[in-house]
């Protein structure tokens, strides 16, 4: 399975950007799909995650503001983030687990004035 994830970039604080990622290869019954971030000298960390059936889960820092999706016939998950803070910069990862997991590439999403 291949990620490919996009719609990083800088933002100012308070506005909004939306990703996407993209699985493709030898799909067949995809789990959950999800982001993790990753800030300078942290460890990479949960963002969103949505199973298949729907359900999702939050990092508490961005209940509220971030809104996960998923369209199961195009195998792609979608991250809305609003209300976007300094300290949401960090890189974006996607990940989908079917059977294992999968990583896509990174993705900078940077919030500064």
């Known amino acids: 399975v291949q990620l490919q994830a996009s719609g990083g970039g800088l933002v100012q604080p308070g506005g909004s950007l939306r990703l996407s990622c993209v699985a493709s290869?030898?799909?067949?019954?995809?789990?959950?799909m999800g982001w993790y971030r990753q800030a300078p000298g942290k460890q990479r960390e949960l963002v969103a995650m949505?199973?298949?059936?729907?359900?999702?889960n939050y990092e508490d820092s961005v209940k509220g503001r971030f809104i996960i999706s998923r369209d199961n016939v195009k195998n792609t998950v979608y991250l809305q983030m609003n209300s976007l803070k300094p300290e949401d910069t960090a890189v974006y990862y996607c990940n989908a687990r079917q059977i294992i997991g999968y990583w896509g590439k990174g993705t900078q999403v940077t919030v500064s004035s």
């Open positions: 949505i199973t298949s059936g729907g359900s999702t």
């Open positions: 290869g030898r799909i067949f019954s995809i789990e959950s």
